[in-house]
């Protein structure tokens, strides 16, 4: 009988403690809801990285907030690319005073390829580099991009708001009007509060 006595009163105790657990648990519960609710504000959000560009600035997404930019994923040895480099500076010319930047990311080539090649072209954006691990990240992360040139116009909040895989080419905007879409996205982009 003494047995059973000792029994219930453990019983008793440990339900007790399971009682002021189960307590205490809602407030844990809270701060999971809390911490679920901080990481779905990002959801929308391109992935982050930072890449050096060849003049040796380092570049973060996530530092860029509150500025339009346009991603060109490129290649040096990319005759599209190196196409619609001109009208790329060009747009970049008609919002530098703005909050918009363009980012050439070099899928393949190293920091003195880049430099190399900003001495035989007129690039008027950063040309932004990495080490095959983190460009591979970084395109699998945007979507599997698999071929160059691809562009993504980020907006201010930092969702992707447009991509488009190919050359984008200012003499060719009569067939497919890729050009004037862009640029009326960026305009768009620019103006959002």
């Not at 050439?104 to 390829?113: E, L, Q, R, V, Y």
Request: aromatic share 10%; proline share 4%; charged share 25%.
């Amino acid at each position: 009988m003494i047995l059973r006595i000792v029994i219930i009163c453990i019983s008793v105790i440990v339900c007790s403690d399971s009682v002021e657990k189960l307590e205490i648990q809602p407030s844990y519960e809270d701060s999971l809801n809390q911490e679920i609710q901080n990481l779905l504000v990002d959801i929308n959000k391109v992935p982050d990285f930072s890449l050096y560009s060849s003049d040796g600035d380092l570049y973060n997404m996530r530092s860029l907030e509150g500025k339009v930019v346009l991603l060109n994923f490129w290649a040096t040895w990319c005759g599209p690319c190196r196409a619609e480099i001109p009208d790329l500076n060009e747009i970049k010319q008609k919002y530098n005073e703005d909050d918009f930047i363009i980012l050439g990311i070099s899928i393949t080539d190293t920091k003195n390829a880049l430099i190399d090649f900003d001495e035989l072209y007129a690039v008027d954006y950063p040309l932004l580099f990495g080490s095959p691990e983190e460009l591979q990240e970084i395109t699998i992360s945007y979507g599997n991009i698999y071929s160059v040139p691809t562009s993504i116009l980020v907006d201010k909040r930092g969702e992707m708001i447009f991509s488009y895989p190919g050359a984008i080419l200012k003499m060719y905007d009569k067939y497919d009007g890729v050009y004037s879409f862009l640029n009326s996205k960026i305009q768009e982009a620019i103006s959002q509060e």
